[in-house]
């Protein structure tokens, strides 16, 4: 599996080369299904009994969970934005801030989350506000390191845009860190992606990250 995940089909070989599901008619409950098994077994290695009444569900709760914390690997930056592009004038910075994410880390497949910064300089286009918390989501909802996620969302941003420059700043809590491992309850990791004039032109870059830690 690359860093873009694989796609539902390959999933679903992976299933069936298993041996399980053979004839089953749909991708998404052949998986399901594959994975609550998993689930059942994880359970039972865990000393605990799969068939007691408040688990009896758990495994098809779980790879529902499982399923809905990794749907960004059926989704691309460019379904989400459309056609939510624009063409404008405006040419300054616009940054959204504050955007909330729920990631699971590739190490351990515990969560990680915080908020994203994102800024971008138009160059005779804008896009769709709300489309950028979607892209947000696309990278957020994988396996991921916080490092990757970040470059994910500009790499997008300058792929579905062609801005004059892209920012974005990732501050993260990491569960990995705080309820097992070295346990620090306060650590906070901050990772940034600048492009084009964010990057090269010292003025803007100031003005993004002033943008980007709430001053004006
Ligand atoms: N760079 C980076 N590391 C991460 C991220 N999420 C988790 N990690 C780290 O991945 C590393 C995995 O290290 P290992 O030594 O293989 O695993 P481990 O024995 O479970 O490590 P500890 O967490 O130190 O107990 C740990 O240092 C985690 O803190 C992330 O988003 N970025
Ligand atoms: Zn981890």
Avoid: W
Wanted: charged share 25%; glycine share 8%; proline share 3%.
């Amino acid at each position: 599996m690359g860093s873009s995940g694989s796609t539902l089909r390959q999933r679903f070989d992976a299933v069936r080369a298993l041996g399980a599901h053979a004839d089953a008619t749909s991708f998404d409950g052949a998986i399901d299904d594959e994975l609550a098994a998993t689930i059942e077994r994880q359970l039972e290695l865990l000393g605990e009994d799969p068939g007691r009444d408040g688990l009896r569900k758990t495994p098809s709760r779980v790879a529902a969970a499982l399923r809905f914390l990794t749907r960004g690997y059926d989704m691309s930056a460019d379904e989400v934005v459309g056609d939510a592009v624009f063409s404008e004038s405006y040419r300054s910075m616009v940054m959204v801030r504050d955007i909330e994410f729920y990631s699971l880390c590739e190490h351990h497949m515990l969560p990680f989350f915080g908020k994203v910064h994102i800024a971008y300089l138009p160059n005779g286009r804008v896009v769709g506000l709300s489309k950028l918390p979607r892209i947000v989501d696309v990278y957020a909802r994988r396996l991921q390191v916080q490092e990757r996620l970040t470059e994910e969302i500009a790499d997008a941003i300058e792929r579905v845009l062609h801005p004059a420059g892209v920012g974005v700043v990732v501050e993260a809590a990491h569960l990995c860190m705080m309820m097992r491992g070295v346990e620090k309850q306060n650590s906070s990791t901050v990772t940034s992606a600048v492009r084009g004039a964010v990057r090269d032109c010292p003025m803007t870059r100031d003005e993004f990250l002033r943008l980007a830690h709430g001053r004006r």
